[in-house]
């Protein structure tokens, strides 16, 4: 049987639910799909962790999120950014897990009242590859991937992760302390999400 092929009406007709943040958010990343594809790369003390953390705190204000602590596992530094963030907050929707295989988060996902987001940290790291990590969104069309990715001189490291970058809606940058919107949904031109002040106006010299 071959697949179907949607009209202009279909497209139009399509309502989707976005995320209703704040102009924190929403000035530099716009108002995503709940269920949008992320992608989120940057160099080692850029500031991305710290990001990605923030992120997942603010994306337990509107379901559930599960994060696949692959790189750090729950080492020390993981858990002063848990304390730094009050991650505490948000207990009741936030979950970590470290090593599940493909099948094995499928069949955590599969479970009632299973997490909305999911944020793999990261892609490199974790145990798959391009085609698992395209049938886990597949297999979940509902849920919202997060992947996190190592760089390379500034570019996800890789060829799976370059290949998952370029069919994920978000792509974000962190560079700075800055994370910057590169993908299909972005905000105001010119925004930037304010990782970290301090650590800006170190890496701007202007202490």
């Not at 991937?145 to 760089?151: A, D, L, M, R, T």
């Not at 390379?152 to 302390?177: E, N, T, W």
């Amino acid at each position: 049987m071959s697949k179907r092929a949607y009209s202009v009406r279909d497209i139009e007709a399509k309502k989707w639910v976005t995320l209703p943040w704040s102009e924190k958010w929403s000035l530099p990343f716009g108002y995503p799909a709940d269920n949008a594809r992320w992608f989120i790369s940057g160099a080692s003390a850029s500031g991305k962790s710290s990001f990605v953390m923030q992120l997942a705190k603010e994306l337990c204000n509107y379901g559930r999120v599960l994060y696949m602590s692959y790189e750090e596992g729950v080492n020390q530094s993981f858990q002063r950014r848990l304390q730094y963030l009050h991650m505490d907050e948000v207990q009741g929707r936030f979950r970590v897990a470290t090593g599940d295989t493909c099948d094995e988060l499928a069949a955590r996902l599969r479970k009632p009242k299973s997490a909305k987001y999911i944020i793999v940290d990261s892609f490199q790291v974790a145990p798959w590859d391009y085609p698992e990590a395209v049938k886990l969104m597949e297999t979940f069309p509902k849920r919202c991937f997060i992947w996190i990715s190592q760089e390379k001189k500034s570019q996800p490291l890789g060829g799976g992760a370059v290949r998952l970058k370029y069919i994920c809606d978000m792509k974000v940058r962190v560079v700075g302390y800055k994370a910057y919107c590169q993908g299909r949904s972005i905000g105001e031109a010119g925004s930037y999400y304010t990782v970290w002040e301090e650590g800006i106006l170190k890496t701007s010299n202007q202490i």
